[in-house]
C-alpha cells in the first residue's frame, strides 16, 4: 500500500491508505471531495474507497506511517536505480527503457543501437522506481496522466552522468526512458568520431569561414551533437565571441557562453537567438533548426557577419537544402549563406578482439561488433553549387556537380573506406 501511496502523495492529499482487496484501496482522509478520490484513482490504479478522519488524526497516522516506513521504500528502490544505472554504464548503454506490463516490469538497455531485456522486476516495484527517478529528474510524481520531461546529474562510479528522462501513460502505467549521457567520455576529437584526415581537412576550411552556416544533418542519436562539439573545440580561442542556444546544454565548455532553452518561462530557440545578436558574437551554435523562424533567423544572422552552426533532421546534405526551402526560407538566401553540409550515420564496429569470427569473444558476446563508428558525407558549397541552389530546376545537379568538383565526399566513400579497412560489418 506504501508503495500505491508514497509519502509525498499522502502528505498532499491528506490521506493515508489502510486497507487493499481486490482491486479496492481503502483510503482515510480528512478532505472527501471527488478531485482527491478521482486522483486517487488514476494514480494508483484502484476503486477508491473514502473513510472519514479528522485533520488531527490523519496528520498522526501520516507522521506514524510513513516516518518509519518510506525512508526503507524509497531507499530499496533507489538502491535498484543504483544498479541499473551502474550496469548500463560498464555496458555504455545509450538508453535505458522502463516498462510495466500485466504482472512484471521490464528494464531493457538500448547498446550499439539495439535494444535487449536486461531486468525483470515482479510490477510492485514499478511505483516506488517511477518516484525516484521523478524525484532526481525534477518530475512531478503526482502527475501520471500526461507525458513529461526532466533532467537529472548523477555520479555512478565516478563517471558525471547526465540523465535525459521522459515519462508517458501506457494502459499498464507510466513507461520511463532514460537517455544516458557519460559527460567523461562526451567529448571527442574529429579522429576519433571516425573523420578521416580528407575529410576533417574539408571540415576545417568549411568553419574557418567569418560568415555563413555549416549544418550537420542525420537522424536522431546518429551523433550530431558530438560532432558538433568537436566543431566548437576547433574554434573556441580567445579573439571569439562564441555563443551557444541548446536544449538541453549537453557539456559544459569553459570559453563558451552557453544558453539553455527554458520554454517555460518563454525562452525559446527563436527568442534566444534574437538576444545573442545584440550580444557581439562571432560564432553562433544553435542546438537544432525546428521550426520556420529559427531558421530564417539564423539564415540571416549567418549573412550579416556571424558564422552559424547547427543541427537538422535531414538524411543526407542536398536534401537539407529542401527542407529549409520547406521552412519558408528563400532559395537565394539559402545559396547566399551555406558553407557546408556534414551529414552522418552510425553503423557498428567489427569487434576488434575477435574480428567478429569468435562466437564466444568475452568482449563482444559473441556478437561480432563492438561499439558504433561515424559514416558521412560532405558537401562543400562554392560558387557553381551556389547557382545551382539558386535555381529550383537545378537541384538534381548539384551531386553530380560536387563530386565532379571534389566538393563532396559521399556516404558510398566513406562506407568503401571502412570496408577496405574492415572496420565495420554489414557494408
Excluded: W
Excluded at 530499496?76 to 554504464?89: D, M, P, V
Aim: proline residues 2%; negative net charge.
Amino acid at each position: 500500500m506504501l508503495s500505491l501511496i508514497p509519502e509525498k502523495i499522502a502528505r498532499k492529499y491528506q490521506v493515508i491508505p489502510i486497507e487493499l482487496k481486490d482491486d479496492t484501496l481503502t483510503i482515510g482522509g480528512s478532505k472527501d471531495n471527488l478531485h482527491t478520490i478521482q486522483d486517487l484513482n488514476i494514480i494508483t490504479k484502484k476503486k477508491i474507497k473514502f473513510e472519514k478522519y479528522s485533520e488531527e488524526e490523519i496528520i498522526k497516522e501520516i507522521e506514524a506511517t510513513y516516518g518509519n516506513n518510506i525512508e526503507v521504500n524509497e531507499d530499496y528502490a533507489y538502491k535498484i536505480f543504483e544498479s541499473i544505472l551502474e550496469r548500463a554504464i560498464c555496458e555504455n548503454v545509450s538508453d535505458i527503457h522502463i516498462e510495466p506490463f500485466d504482472n512484471y516490469l521490464v528494464i531493457r538497455f538500448r547498446v550499439d543501437g539495439e535494444l535487449y531485456e536486461a531486468f525483470r522486476y515482479t510490477l510492485d516495484l514499478h511505483t516506488p522506481l517511477t518516484s525516484v527517478i521523478k524525484l532526481r529528474s525534477g518530475i512531478d510524481i503526482t502527475e501520471r496522466r500526461l507525458p513529461q520531461d526532466g533532467r537529472a546529474d548523477m555520479n555512478v562510479r565516478d563517471k558525471l552522468i547526465d540523465i535525459r528522462t521522459s515519462t508517458i501513460p501506457t494502459t499498464y502505467g507510466e513507461k520511463t526512458v532514460l537517455r544516458i549521457l557519460n559527460r567523461d567520455d562526451f567529448f571527442k576529437t574529429k579522429e576519433e568520431i571516425g573523420f578521416s584526415k580528407e575529410a576533417i581537412q574539408i571540415i576545417k576550411e568549411m568553419i574557418s569561414n567569418n560568415s555563413g552556416i555549416v549544418l550537420i544533418v542525420g537522424e536522431t542519436g546518429c551523433g550530431k551533437s558530438t560532432t558538433m562539439y568537436s566543431l566548437l573545440n576547433d574554434l573556441n580561442t580567445v579573439s571569439k565571441n562564441i555563443i551557444t542556444i541548446e536544449d538541453p546544454v549537453e557539456y559544459k565548455m569553459d570559453g563558451i557562453n552557453q544558453i539553455q532553452v527554458n520554454a517555460k518561462v518563454g525562452l525559446t530557440f527563436e527568442k534566444g537567438l534574437r538576444a545573442i545578436l545584440r550580444q557581439d558574437p562571432d560564432v553562433i551554435m544553435i542546438g537544432e533548426i525546428r521550426d520556420s523562424e529559427t531558421a530564417k533567423i539564423a539564415i540571416r544572422s549567418s549573412i550579416t557577419g556571424h558564422l552559424v552552426l547547427s543541427t537538422l533532421h535531414t538524411n543526407d546534405t542536398v536534401s537539407s537544402i529542401t527542407r529549409l526551402k520547406d521552412m519558408g526560407v528563400d532559395l537565394y538566401l539559402i545559396s547566399a549563406s551555406l558553407v557546408g553540409v556534414i551529414a552522418q550515420r552510425l553503423v557498428k564496429k567489427v569487434c576488434p578482439y575477435c574480428e567478429g569470427e569468435d562466437k564466444n569473444c568475452e568482449y563482444c558476446s559473441g556478437k561480432g561488433y563492438l561499439g558504433r563508428t561515424v559514416v558521412y558525407e560532405i558537401l562543400q558549397i562554392d560558387d557553381e553549387i551556389r547557382e545551382c541552389i539558386n535555381d529550383l530546376n537545378r537541384h538534381k545537379e548539384i551531386k553530380k556537380l560536387a563530386i565532379k568538383k571534389g566538393k563532396m565526399i559521399t556516404f558510398e566513400d566513406s562506407y568503401k573506406e571502412l570496408a577496405q579497412n574492415k572496420l565495420a560489418e554489414n557494408i
